[in-house]
């Protein structure tokens, strides 16, 4: 294992996490990384830390460049533990470093370490010197956690942003000129949807602040490193945390005799004859998280089930509580979904997308099999409401 250079003296020393499928329910086809950084300068700073299984992995990478007890600072961006988990490692690895991190951080690290260790708190437009360089702090709450903050080097133009602007992508590579670019930015985007979304206000407040840097380099704590593609990415950002919406319908359901599919289909029907980018999820076969990335830009989120014992189906009743939390801003919603001898599975999906912030533009259900004039009926129905 190595360390890579990003510029004469700083280098990713970080952790692959090649294995990693499931990042607190959210689905990481690609596995992930902890981009962890080590600056050399006269003080010896370390950038984040990475999960705690990856502690041996981030020392070996560091000691290909300096002893580890070498180190005299640790940036802690962030407390969440797949950045912070080793830090136990580090503090015993060099325990005359002293931990740089937020107000916040320094309440949640001591909440999660019980290590007498020493700390400097610092709060926005606070400056640490290190030698040639220095870093200047951003804080960031709530995007996504209240501790977060970045660290921005002037002397190199780099951000290290920590979460924004990164992707769960498990890569030898680590720059954004090395990887499929498509890739990297659909990774970006599901990684915004699932984590970042419901802080798009506090984004944007970000943004705003980061306009004033100069940058040449984003440096996140998952993923690739932005090199060459930043103003793509920043714009993404831009484009994400506005709530704005495309002429885009995103229909989600589960179906057991396939009557709610049926009425899944009229739906499709209806949006697409209005001229709706339409797609369609079948929750059988789709993964939740991977449906929410398709929510940032919709228009529409339609919902569906069948009456399953005076309830929706678990599955919906599961997605619909995910989608809850992350609770896009500003968007319209139906209701679907068959019965057999009592609707009641309609009514739950309509309190869910009422309670999600979303306006709900009608709603239908369909005793047993809908026939050919419900299904009509409902098509038109659609038609007439969007
Ligand atoms: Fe990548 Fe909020 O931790």
Redesign the pocket.
């Known amino acids: 294992m190595k360390a890579i250079k990003l510029c004469d003296d700083i280098f990713w020393v970080g952790g692959i996490d090649w294995d990693l499928r499931n990042f607190h329910g959210y689905l990481t086809q690609r596995g992930s990384s902890?981009n962890a950084y080590l600056i050399i300068d006269e003080k010896v700073t370390l950038i984040d830390t990475v999960k705690y299984y990856l502690a041996d992995e981030l020392l070996e990478r560091i000691s290909t460049v300096i002893d580890p007890s070498g180190i005299d600072y640790v940036v802690s961006n962030?407390v969440?533990m797949?950045?912070s988990g080793s830090l136990p490692h580090i503090m015993k690895a060099a325990p005359n470093a002293t931990i740089v991190t937020s107000p916040n951080g320094e309440k949640g690290l001591k909440a999660h370490f019980l290590g007498d260790y020493n700390y400097k708190v610092v709060k926005t437009g606070d400056t640490l010197s290190i030698g040639k360089r220095s870093l200047q702090f951003l804080l960031t709450p709530m995007v996504?956690?209240p501790d977060n903050m970045v660290s921005y080097m002037p002397e190199e133009k780099i951000l290290f942003s920590?979460?924004a602007f990164?992707q769960h992508i498990a890569s030898s590579e680590i720059f954004d000129d090395e990887f499929p670019l498509d890739i990297i930015l659909e990774e970006a985007r599901k990684y915004y949807a699932n984590?970042v979304l419901p802080y798009s206000a506090q984004v944007q407040k970000a943004l705003e602040a980061a306009s004033q840097l100069d940058i040449e380099t984003i440096a996140p704590?998952?993923g690739l490193i932005w090199r060459k593609h930043i103003s793509e990415i920043l714009g993404e950002y831009q484009k994400w945390s506005s709530n704005a919406t495309e002429k885009k319908a995103v229909i989600v359901y589960d179906t057991m005799w396939h009557s709610t599919e049926k009425m899944a289909f009229a739906m499709r029907d209806a949006f697409e004859e209005k001229g709706y980018n339409t797609m369609l999820f079948n929750l059988q076969n789709n993964h939740i998280s991977d449906i929410m990335t398709h929510f940032i830009l919709a228009e529409y989120i339609c919902v569906g089930s069948p009456t399953l014992n005076k309830n929706m189906m678990p599955s919906v009743a599961s997605f619909l509580t995910y989608l809850k939390g992350l609770s896009p801003k500003s968007r319209k919603a139906f209701a679907f979904g068959s019965y057999g001898w009592g609707s009641m599975s309609v009514k739950q999906i309509e309190g869910y997308l009422e309670d999600s912030g979303f306006e709900v533009k009608g709603s239908f259900d369909s005793k047993y099999i809908p026939s050919r004039e419900r299904l009509e009926e409902i098509k038109a129905g659609v038609k007439e409401k969007i």
């Open positions: 902890y962030h969440e797949d950045h996504h956690w920590n979460d990164g984590i704590s998952h």
